[in-house]
């Protein structure tokens, strides 16, 4: 079972990282909504370095949960246009 938890926080945690990398904000910069895209963001990453600290203590429970509570503010924040995101692959839910 260790095994099957460690494969997945490690794929969690790939799958933050590279959602990252793939959103940009979408509303035009100094409004309200681009500011709310950038929290949204910013919680993202700040979520990734959770699971990463995590991941390093070996607790791969907290890992798991900080790197999926991370993508889902990508991806809830892409559903709702906050974020330009493939829309194609695996990265996000958005059809």
């Known amino acids: 079972m260790t095994a099957?938890?460690?494969?997945?926080?490690?794929?969690?945690?790939?799958?933050?990282t590279e959602a990252l990398e793939a959103a940009s904000v979408a509303p035009p910069a100094g409004t309200p909504m681009a500011d709310a895209a950038e929290d949204c963001y910013e919680m993202a990453a700040s979520y990734l370095e959770d699971g990463r600290h995590f991941r390093e203590q070996d607790d791969l429970v907290n890992a798991l949960a900080s790197f999926s509570y991370g993508h889902a503010w990508l991806d809830a924040g892409a559903r709702v246009g906050l974020f330009d995101v493939p829309t194609d692959g695996h990265l996000f839910t958005v059809a």
Do not use: A, I, M
Request: proline share 0%.
């Open 4 to 16: 099957d938890l460690e494969e997945k926080t490690d794929r969690y945690g790939e799958l933050l």
